[in-house]
């Protein structure tokens, strides 16, 4: 017997084929990021390496599903930044805080984390993670992200 299978995608838009991921449902930690960007791929590629004790489940934001998993996650949020959830508890970090989440989470993320203990550190972090997201697609992103609204809502 043969049973269909139905594939849904968020807003129209499939995984991209190329999008690395890794890990499954029930990590401690769950990664979402744009997988039709290249420099984000390029960095999850990176913390699939890191990630020593499969700790993270690392998935592209055009995966089928998100919404119904992470309800209090706004769909445009995955356009504006990195989400880490911490999967028992629901705690959700994006942007510069996603990134020093990992970074804590990370046994080689160690040696770089203790930086965001320097005063001023974490708001300097995050206002160059919200220009560097805004200007992505100038920084090696590629054509997809140049075809995307511009205007993107970054709340200082």
């Known amino acids: 017997m043969t049973v269909p299978v139905v594939r849904f995608t968020g807003a129209g838009e499939a995984v991209p ?3 690395p991921g890794s890990g499954s449902p ?16 390029r960095l999850v590629g990176a913390l699939i390496k890191w990630d020593s004790r499969g700790e993270l489940e690392i998935l592209p934001s055009q995966t089928a599903g998100l919404g ?3 309800p209090w996650i706004p769909a445009k949020a995955y356009l504006e930044s990195v989400q880490v959830v911490e999967t028992s508890t629901g705690h959700t970090w994006q942007g510069a805080a996603a990134i020093e989440r990992l ?8 040696f770089i984390s203790w930086i965001f203990s320097i005063p001023f550190v974490r708001p300097l972090a ?5 220009w560097f997201a805004r200007n992505r697609y100038h920084l090696g992103c590629g054509e997809h992200c140049q075809l995307r609204d511009p205007d993107l809502d970054y709340p200082e």
Do not use: H, M, N, Q
Not at 26 to 41: A, I, M
Not at 103 to 110: A, I, M, Q, R, T
């Open 26 to 41: 029930g990590r401690r930690y769950t990664v979402v990021y744009d997988g039709y960007c290249s420099v984000c791929k």
């Open 126 to 130: 995050e206002r160059f993670y919200r």
């Open 103 to 110: 970074l804590d989470v990370l046994p080689k993320g160690k």
């Open 68 to 70: 119904a998993r992470f």
């Open 17 to 19: 084929a190329d999008a």
